[in-house]
């Protein structure tokens, strides 16, 4: 007779006795990632000085409410960045990430699961009981590597919740841009009004003038024609006015709403900008993206070690136990190792090393790109400065007496009307060259806002030993 026999094996990993502890473990993972959301609500916060964002789960009615009230009596720019942090429909969506990657930190801490055999061999021919065979196995290599696994899944967490915030800061950007250049269009179709208004008395004069017969017809005509070509600019402001307000609802995630709302306020009149060392030490402090970059590096030296922790792919330990019929009873100790003879993980491993130096690269080369836009916004933001000022100092008051000395000649008949039409173009020219650099600085101001990082602080001082950052690279 067949003897009976039962056997009970634990490869890659401790005797059976430790098989609960990792159930014990899983049991109470679970995945919440609203303190996440509210992690990643808090940087927004520090970086756009807005108090409150969306946050998966928030009460749509609540959010609707909101935005209602922030419409209701004309939109400022400040409300309508704060509309966005809460209705945008791309960082809704963003959001969502989070939470995403808070499921993959846990399921990183996860061990993994114990898997159990059982197999009954039934004597052929003869009378007799069934061998049966138990086992159970739980992966020694795998439990080894959840820190490093976790820690990786954690440091992308991290830089997700950063990714979002990143996106917040641009997309409260393009609100700010959207808005001067929808303040600077409506500044501009007020000042065409003053200039067609300019016109149109200009217009009258010449066609009193012909009636008293003091001039021809000619002249009425010019005139006219200089008021036919300022309503055609206005018609065109107009329609490009409808067109930015049609961007500025589509950022706040109002396309599709019925709801009639009117963006107040003017734009920003030119203050002094910070110098350069200034800027760019606050940007190497506070921009999400670089230390979104600074993570990577650290993420992928941790797959580094994980990569070189997997040399031996495959290890067993474990007890077996044997039942005869009749004494004696086996029992002892197993043990099982996958020598790494050809693959010892060598490629794994290099190409691990390779992307540690491909993200430090990376790094360093997205700091030049912060310091370029620094650079390039704070620039564009003195020029136009002193364009806006140069304007209001020199040009548009000597435009002014000049239309005023014109007009004044040609009524009393010492000019033709072709000095007061050049007058009155050179004016109408300037005015609108005015409101243009005017919007300009305003958006190069909402730029640079956001190449430091999310907004402009008064204590944007060079710090004591302050990087630049230029050559900046995470500690190894």
Not at 90 to 113: E, I, K, T, W, Y
Not at 252 to 260: M, T
Not at 386 to 391: C, D, E, Q, S
Not at 400 to 428: K, P
Request: proline residues 5%; aromatic residues 4%; glycine residues 6%.
């Amino acid at each position: 007779m067949k003897p009976r026999r039962e056997a009970f094996a634990l490869r890659r990993t401790v005797p059976a006795a430790l098989l609960i502890l990792p159930l014990l473990v899983s049991a109470g993972c679970t995945v919440d990632a609203r303190p996440d959301y509210q992690r990643t609500s808090e940087i927004i916060r520090d970086h756009t000085g807005v108090p409150e964002t969306y946050l998966p789960g928030s009460d749509e009615a609540s959010i609707s409410g909101a935005v209602a009230d922030m419409l209701a009596d004309g939109l400022a720019v400040d409300e309508a960045v704060r509309i966005a942090m809460l209705h945008n429909p791309r960082l809704q969506v963003l959001f969502h990430d989070v939470g995403v990657s808070r499921a993959d930190v846990v399921q990183a801490g996860l061990p993994p699961n114990p898997v159990f055999a059982f197999s009954a061999g039934f004597p052929q021919g003869a009378p007799g009981l069934p061998d049966l065979t138990y086992s159970a196995s739980q992966s020694l290599v795998d439990l080894l590597l959840i820190p490093i696994r976790k820690k990786i899944a954690e440091s992308e967490l991290e830089q997700t919740r950063l990714a979002v915030a990143q996106e917040a800061v641009e997309i409260a950007g393009e609100v700010k841009r959207t808005c001067y250049l929808l303040l600077g269009l409506q500044k501009a179709e007020a000042i065409t009004h003053e200039n067609l208004a300019l016109a149109e008395r200009s217009t009258a004069l010449a066609r009193r003038r012909f009636e008293a017969g003091e001039g021809d017809h000619l002249d009425v005509n010019l005139a006219r024609s200089d008021a036919l070509d300022i309503k055609r600019q206005l018609l065109a402001l107009q329609r490009d006015r409808q067109i930015a307000e049609v961007d500025l609802a589509r950022v706040l995630g109002l396309a599709r709403s019925q709801v009639i709302w009117n963006l107040v306020g003017d734009l920003p009149p030119p203050e002094a900008v910070a110098d350069d060392a200034a800027l760019l030490a606050q940007a190497v402090r506070h921009r999400l993206d670089s230390r979104v970059a600074a993570l990577r590096i650290e993420a992928a030296r941790g797959q580094w070690q994980h990569e070189k922790g997997r040399v031996v792919p495959d290890a067993s330990l474990g007890f077996e136990y044997e039942r005869a019929e009749a004494p004696p009873n086996l029992r002892g100790p197993t043990a099982e190792v996958t020598v790494p003879v050809w693959d010892q993980n060598q490629a794994q491993i290099a190409k691990a090393r390779i992307v540690v130096a491909l993200q430090e690269k990376a790094y360093q080369e997205l700091l030049e790109t912060v310091a370029q836009e620094v650079r390039k916004a704070s620039a564009a933001a003195r020029a136009n400065a002193r364009i806006v000022r140069f304007y209001s100092q020199e040009i548009l008051p000597l435009g002014t007496e000049n239309v005023a000395s014109a007009s004044r000649a040609y009524e009393t008949g010492q000019n033709d009307i072709l000095r007061l039409t050049q007058a009155q173009r050179s004016l109408v020219e300037q005015r609108q060259a005015y409101v243009a650099v005017l919007r300009e600085y305003a958006i190069a101001i909402a730029d640079l806002e956001e190449a430091v990082g999310g907004r402009l602080e008064e204590a944007a001082a060079p710090a004591a030993g302050a990087e630049d950052p230029g050559t900046s690279t995470p500690d190894k």
